[in-house]
């Protein structure tokens, strides 16, 4: 499973689903002389103008249970609403980045991914729709949401990641690892050196909405000596501050995850000046803030499954201020709100369902599998919020 804190490891597009939508056959063999690129922008055009003469508003679309996949829903439609990502997929721009890459033998999980958005987003109805063939392929992705158990829906959320980002990774060919010595240049330099590294092998349009970078000091009590390490994160898993209280907030979360902890006994770490096993202080900032921060609030226990939290975080809707957590002061780090994935339940007999801010209207949703209604942002915070989805407010439209 790809790790918080580790990096994972122009043709014509093709034309649109012309079967999925019967109004474009005709259109389609009217334009028949037109140039590739400028059919499919016609086609697309057209799509999203038919969705928007309809009754029916954009992307209010429920996807039908297929046994036990509420999890993997809401994070669909958490994900639908990130319209940078939406738009990625509405205009068949992935096409070009899956097409810059001929070897690449698999792009089975994006196009279902791609053409799942663009039913969700420009159907005439308000029917739901099934998810199957996303499904069959990310369970041939990553084969342990094979199956109809009940699943993790963070854990969802990283795999699908994962596989999406592979498929449109715009690195053909990883170059050789090799071992570079940073240590002797400043901390700014050291970081943009360390991410222009990892875009070496890892550069997607995943990678540039969801993916920052944390900074790990380690200070020697002994000689002060301060070793800094930086690396890529998809998204945080928070822990829940103050366990006892019924409610904390968001801010306390990030204070808690942020915090400067003492390495001593068995966690001594060596010192890289004294060469010798000293106690030591570490603490986490972040280096380089995300287009999208995705905040994983840590209900579960990791030891006991069946153990959840239901504490209530009190979370910002808009000018969610992250500056005192970064690294570097001039950083522009205010976020806000436009998705949550919701865990209600127990571990036994859980349900998940998301609350979306719909990109286009800026009014609230919930969807519940087939069911989408309106809601009161008001309504948007509770004590079933598990992952939140902010973005960076210079690309917001809030």
């Given at each position: 499973m790809p790790s918080m804190r580790q990096s994972?490891?122009?043709?014509?597009?093709?034309?649109p689903p012309?079967?999925?939508?019967?109004?474009?056959?005709?259109e389609m063999r009217r334009k028949g002389s037109m140039s590739g690129s400028v059919l499919v922008s016609t086609f697309v055009g057209l799509l999203i103008n038919q969705a928007k003469n309809s009754k029916i508003a954009q992307g209010l679309v429920g996807?039908?249970?297929?046994?036990?996949?509420c999890f993997m829903n809401s994070i669909l439609q958490c994900l639908?609403?990130?319209?940078?990502?939406?738009?990625?997929?509405?205009?068949?721009?992935?096409?070009?980045?899956?097409?810059?890459?001929?070897?690449?033998?698999?792009?089975?999980?994006?196009?279902?991914?791609?053409?799942?958005?663009?039913?969700?987003?420009?159907?005439?109805?308000?029917?739901?729709?099934?998810?199957?063939?996303?499904?069959?392929?990310?369970q041939r992705y990553a084969p342990r949401f094979v199956g109809y158990n009940q699943q993790d829906a963070q854990e969802f959320l990283r795999?699908?990641?994962?596989?999406?980002?592979?498929?449109?990774?715009r690195v053909t060919v990883r170059p050789r690892g090799t071992v570079e010595d940073f240590d002797h240049l400043p901390d700014e330099e050291k970081g943009r050196k360390m991410w222009n590294?990892?875009?070496?092998?890892?550069?997607?349009k995943i990678v540039d909405l969801f993916v920052g970078q944390l900074k790990?000091?380690?200070?020697?009590?002994?000689?002060?000596?301060?070793?800094?390490?930086?690396?890529?994160?998809?998204?945080?898993?928070?822990?829940?501050?103050?366990?006892?209280?019924?409610?904390?907030?968001?801010?306390?979360?990030?204070?808690?995850?942020?915090?400067?902890?003492?390495?001593?006994?068995?966690e001594k770490p060596t010192c890289y000046k004294c060469k010798a096993r000293r106690r030591c202080t570490k603490k986490f900032t972040i280096q380089k803030f995300p287009k999208i921060l995705v905040l994983h609030l840590k209900r579960f226990s990791e030891a006991r499954r069946s153990s959840k939290l239901s504490t209530f975080v009190n979370f910002p809707m808009k000018d969610l201020?992250?500056?005192?957590?970064?690294?570097?002061?001039?950083?522009?780090?205010?976020?806000?709100?436009?998705?949550?994935?919701?865990?209600?339940?127990?571990?036994?007999?859980?349900?998940?369902?998301?609350?979306?801010?719909?990109p286009n209207s800026g009014e609230w949703y919930t969807f519940n599998d087939s069911r989408v209604t309106p809601m009161s942002s008001s309504q948007v915070r509770s004590s079933d919020a598990y992952v939140l989805f902010y973005e960076l407010a210079s690309s917001s439209r809030m």
């Open positions: 994972y490891t122009v043709t014509v597009p093709e034309e012309a079967a999925a939508f019967p109004f474009l056959k005709q996807l039908k249970n297929l046994g036990n996949t639908s609403n990130t319209h940078s990502l939406r738009d990625y997929c509405l205009h068949n721009s992935y096409r070009r980045d899956l097409n810059n890459n001929n070897s690449r033998t698999n792009t089975a999980l994006m196009d279902e991914f791609a053409k799942l958005m663009q039913t969700m987003w420009t159907l005439s109805s308000s029917e739901a729709i099934s998810p199957s063939e996303f499904k069959t392929q990310i795999f699908l990641l994962d596989g999406l980002h592979n498929e449109v990774n590294k990892y875009l070496e092998r890892e550069d997607s790990s000091s380690l200070t020697c009590s002994y000689c002060g000596f301060c070793s800094t390490v930086f690396d890529p994160f998809w998204d945080l898993s928070l822990p829940i501050a103050k366990k006892g209280y019924s409610e904390v907030s968001l801010m306390d979360c990030l204070r808690l995850f942020t915090k400067e902890d003492v390495l001593d006994g068995d201020d992250l500056q005192e957590f970064a690294s570097e002061n001039s950083i522009n780090a205010v976020y806000n709100l436009y998705a949550v994935s919701n865990h209600s339940g127990t571990t036994i007999g859980g349900h998940y369902t998301a609350y979306c801010r719909n």
